[in-house]
């Protein structure tokens, strides 16, 4: 069966840390105030009665990419596991996927293309976890395959309440957060 | 950043990926004739050293990926009990710090009057014979004991070593009487024993965790982290009291917004829940405990509805609280809090705290306070120091005889003429930033100008050295071999810490520093080692530890033992009665309430707020703030400020405000947040902003500066610390450019 990678996200350990955030602009060596990750707190309520929820959020890597439909010139692709990659190479700048992702989750790097989350596969095809995943204090984020029912995000989903961002839109993001 | 292209690196990603993806049903999609790579950004090091970390005083355990010499990144330690294979934000914000452009690359020797920033670049030679003069002629004129040490940070043992060769006691860190002094002492009245850093509490298998405003989650002390996350992942529960709704309030079960000030009379009236209702643990405090009569009748009064009104918080709320924490006991964890310098009576609250763990049977048990222990490493067979010293000067002979370390402020205050003992004219400062760290730093600027001699080692320019006469550039903790550290712990461990790449610039390693010092000192016997790794591999041989696993690793764990009852622990308690004592006779002898008293605070003035600050997860203290990496995230603090008083006020999110305080002194401006996350009697700010020093080129001007606005402060009568949270400070527009 073909592999579908994702990601759970775990509301009740995330404190919102960020390391996350910059563990993957060193990984990556993104440019500055590049970010392909990023971190957000919602509060809701009046004081004293609050709730709040801290998501680490990143590329969706929907199963129905919004990104690769409007991509001209065949950069945005999906490659193994379902993993929306850039082609750097082939990217004109365009910025026509910045427009189609409604999860903001692509920017414009500072050589001309437009970045974004890879899942970190290059660690993954050497059996390492993305590097969020790898430097999460608080274990918040797991990586896996949802093809596989026995893999760990599987049974998250199998055993925990959870949502994903702006189900409405039917792009079927793969980016899971437990509630 | 790489200096070969992005497209040319990615070919030679896309070539190796091509080889290890065999068999791993990469999907191949082919546009003409490229294939898509999957693009490698290349940050693996070519070699990775363990070392460990000091971005903040937690010490994790690192590895540091090194490529054609340069840092690329850095992970935490799986092997390393505190890191466990991750690292804060903060431990990422390593490699800026090593290639901070701001850094002190230079000896600096001052020309103009102190504080104007004005110094010559000098020779390390030129530098070191003026520092060991200066310090010769102290000694010759006033005593060695004339000499302060400041230190915080772990490279600071080779100088505390220096020191003490060189005949003083007055050696203190601001770790202590400006943050966690009070809970070492409460704690140990109570249990015979303090806390000590990293603390031995069991997060991970509390049932209930409950925080005493302190934010963990906000404070990244790592391993604190990953446990409570660990505990929430096992339905640990959270009770939280803060005037703020932090991270950790918005996982609790219960939340009580207290009013600043007034935590003892809470802790008080859930003492009462508990032995009112019998919801403590009897028998645990009949077999351990000493006092509980006393106790009884003490808080037989401290109702809920008592602390109604003091505390702000509905007696249902604090009923309720209490019937639940207690219901998990003993795996209910009164977290002890580590900056706790708030009120002047704070020894006071950590006995409240520490009696509601015994009351709890908290301590010694699963899911509470563990039983630490060391790796035993033996200490290098030094010479004794030959100076037999006079007592420190940090306190007034009558003055807080139950400190256990030497009151950092107490050196500042002893340097200003006829208020101590002897006179202090020379400081030795290591990596704090007084200027930042110790109240009132109208005082400090004070104290600094009846100095003879001032010198200052450091790897960033801050404020402190900018006061400094000689100002010595050290390299950073990824350039250099420290002290090994076996703290005592729940896992013993020994770490060491090594350098991953040489030294830049002219900047040198403490251990060097001191060396060179001593040498011309007339002190070299005291170093009597080539450098810090000979002096490591002396101590961990004499253990009859392995110096090259250790180098491998990073890190060698000791043999556990039990660390509580539930493993088999005995309990003891090295207090006066050989029990926990809820009553404390020794605090009865010292003229101190023997159980602990809510005394009311002042309250803010009308139209002022209580200024509260804490911590960034990104940021520790101002020495991060000029971390270029680490302020993509946070670049400067904000004033959190309650809807409702915004809205009267006519602020908003984003508008610029200047504080000033009860004596009239002004902040730079500070952007307002506005949140329902506060209290309407108090404001908030990140601690460590505000920085003027010239040199902190990004840092400059970012900011406001709570340090600055603590123009006063409570001393705690028990062990000296200073009490920060009693400033007042009302808003104003800033003036218009």
């Given at each position: 069966m073909k592999s579908r990678y994702a990601m759970t996200m775990d509301t009740q350990r995330c404190v919102g840390c960020q390391s996350c955030v910059l563990g993957c602009k060193a990984e990556n060596d993104l440019p500055e105030h590049g970010f392909r990750d990023w971190v957000v707190v919602?509060?809701?309520?009046?004081?004293?009665?609050?709730?709040?929820?801290?998501?680490?959020?990143?590329?969706?890597?929907?199963?129905?990419?919004?990104?690769?439909?409007?991509?001209?010139?065949?950069?945005?692709h999906v490659a193994v596991g379902g993993t929306v990659l850039v082609n750097y190479d082939k990217c004109s700048g365009c910025k026509a996927c910045i427009a189609a992702c409604p999860y903001s989750a692509r920017y414009v790097h500072a050589k001309g293309y437009i970045d974004k989350c890879t899942f970190c596969l290059h660690r993954v095809q050497r059996g390492e976890a993305p590097s969020c995943v790898d430097i999460c204090p608080t274990r918040s984020l797991t990586f896996g395959d949802l093809s596989d029912p026995d893999s760990e995000v599987s049974q998250q989903l199998r055993g925990r309440k959870h949502k994903v961002l702006e189900p409405e839109r039917g792009l079927e993001p793969n980016l899971y957060f437990l509630q | 950043m790489a200096q070969i292209t992005r497209r040319q690196f990615i070919q030679i990603g896309g070539a190796s990926a091509g080889a290890l993806a065999v068999g791993s049903g990469l999907a191949t999609k082919w546009w003409g004739l490229d294939r898509d790579p999957i693009p490698d950004p290349e940050t693996d090091g070519d070699k990775v050293v363990p070392t460990f970390c000091e971005l903040c005083f937690w010490k994790c355990g690192v590895l540091a990926h090194v490529k054609n010499g340069r840092v690329t990144k850095l992970k935490g330690n799986p092997a390393h009990p505190l890191?466990?294979?991750?690292?804060?934000?903060?431990?990422?914000?390593?490699?800026?710090?090593?290639?901070?452009?701001?850094?002190?690359?230079?000896?600096?020797?001052?020309?103009?009057?102190?504080?104007?920033?004005?110094f010559e670049e000098v020779s390390w030679d030129k530098a070191l014979d003026e520092v060991a003069g200066k310090l010769l002629a102290v000694r010759e004129k006033y005593g060695p004991e004339a000499l302060a040490l400041f230190t915080h940070g772990y490279g600071g043992s080779w100088f505390s070593h220096l020191v003490k060769a060189y005949g003083t006691p007055n050696i203190g860190a601001p770790s202590y009487a400006q943050c966690r002094g009070p809970r070492e002492v409460g704690y140990g009245m109570t249990f015979g024993q303090g806390l000590g850093s990293p603390e031995s509490i069991d997060i991970e298998n509390a049932r209930c965790l409950v925080l005493i405003g302190?934010?963990?989650?906000?404070?990244?002390?790592?391993?604190?982290?990953?446990?409570?996350?660990?505990?929430?992942?096992?339905?640990?529960?959270?009770?939280?009291?803060?005037?703020?709704?932090?991270?950790?309030?918005?996982?609790?079960?219960?939340?009580?917004?207290?009013?600043?000030?007034?935590?003892?009379?809470?802790?008080?009236?859930?003492?009462?829940?508990?032995?009112?209702?019998?919801?403590?643990?009897?028998?645990y405090v009949t077999k351990y405990a000493t006092g509980f009569d006393e106790l009884k009748k003490h808080v037989a009064d401290k109702t809920p509805e008592w602390a109604h009104p003091i505390t702000g918080l509905k007696p249902e709320l604090i009923r309720e609280s209490g019937r639940f924490l207690a219901s998990f006991r003993p795996a209910t964890l009164i977290h002890p809090g580590r900056h706790v310098t708030w009120y002047g009576d704070d020894t006071q609250r950590a006995r409240a705290m520490a009696i509601l763990t015994a009351l709890l049977g908290a301590w010694g048990r699963r899911g509470g306070y563990l039983l630490p222990s060391p790796l035993e490493i033996p200490k290098f067979p030094y010479t004794a120091y030959s100076y037999k010293p006079k007592a420190p000067v940090d306190r007034p002979a009558s003055l807080y005889p139950l400190a256990d370390e030497t009151l950092a402020s107490g050196l500042c205050d002893a340097t200003i003429p006829g208020k101590s003992a002897y006179p202090i004219k020379s400081w030795f400062v290591y990596g704090t930033n007084l200027l930042q760290v110790l109240p009132d730093p109208r005082q400090t600027r004070q104290a600094i100008q009846e100095l003879d001699f001032i010198v200052s080692v450091d790897i960033y320019p801050s404020e402190i050295c900018g006061w400094s006469d000689v100002v010595l550039p050290e390299c950073t903790y990824l350039e250099r071999?420290?002290?090994?550290?076996?703290?005592a712990y729940k896992q013993p461990f020994v770490a060491v810490r090594q350098a991953a790449v040489e030294p830049m610039y002219e900047s040198k390693p403490g251990w060097w520093i001191a060396r060179e010092l001593a040498q011309r000192l007339g002190l070299k016997d005291y170093f009597p080692w080539k450098d810090s790794v000979e002096y490591a591999e002396h101590r961990i041989k004499a253990a009859g530890l392995d110096c090259a696993t250790l180098k491998s690793t990073g890190v060698i764990l000791g043999k556990r033992v039990p660390t509580c009852e539930e493993e088999g622990a005995q309990l003891s308690f090295s207090t006066e009665s050989q029990k926990i004592e809820l009553f404390s006779k020794t605090l009865a002898a010292a003229g101190h309430d023997p159980l602990p008293k809510y005394t009311p605070v002042e309250e803010p003035p009308p139209g002022m707020f209580r200024l509260l600050f804490g911590r960034s997860p990104?940021?520790?203290?101002?020495?991060?703030?000029?971390?270029?990496?680490?302020?993509?995230?946070?670049?400067?603090?904000?004033?959190?400020?309650?809807?409702d008083i915004a809205a009267d006020?006519?602020?908003?999110?984003?508008?610029?405000?200047?504080?000033?305080?009860?004596?009239?002194?002004?902040?730079?401006?500070?952007?307002?947040?506005?949140?329902?996350?506060?209290?309407?009697?108090?404001?908030?700010?990140?601690?460590?902003?505000?920085?003027?020093?010239?040199?902190?080129?990004?840092a400059r001007g970012r900011g406001a500066s709570d340090s600055e606005l603590c123009t006063r402060y409570k001393v705690d009568p028990i062990m000296g610390g200073t009490g920060m949270n009693v400033n007042f400070v009302r808003l104003e527009r800033p003036e218009s450019a």
């Open positions: 919602e509060t809701r309520g009046e004081f004293p009665t609050l709730t709040q929820e801290i998501r680490s959020q990143r590329c969706n890597h929907c199963s129905e990419p919004a990104c690769v439909t409007a991509c001209p010139t065949g950069a945005s | 890191s466990r294979g991750r690292l804060c934000p903060r431990g990422t914000g390593g490699v800026a710090q090593l290639y901070d452009p701001d850094r002190l690359k230079q000896p600096l020797v001052r020309v103009n009057k102190r504080g104007e920033e004005v302190s934010h963990l989650g906000e404070n990244m002390h790592n391993t604190q982290v990953q446990e409570m996350a660990t505990a929430i992942g096992h339905g640990c529960e959270l009770v939280v009291v803060d005037p703020r709704f932090s991270t950790a309030a918005g996982k609790a079960r219960y939340w009580l917004p207290i009013k600043p000030g007034t935590d003892i009379a809470l802790l008080l009236a859930w003492t009462n829940v508990l032995i009112s209702e019998g919801r403590y643990d009897a028998e071999c420290d002290e090994v550290w076996s703290p990104v940021h520790t203290f101002g020495r991060t703030v000029n971390n270029r990496f680490l302020s993509q995230i946070v670049d400067e603090n904000e004033l959190w400020l309650n809807t006020q006519a602020l908003k999110s984003g508008d610029q405000v200047v504080l000033v305080n009860q004596d009239g002194v002004k902040s730079n401006p500070i952007k307002v947040k506005v949140t329902q996350r506060i209290r309407g009697d108090c404001v908030y700010m990140i601690h460590g902003y505000g920085h003027t020093a010239k040199g902190l080129r990004f």
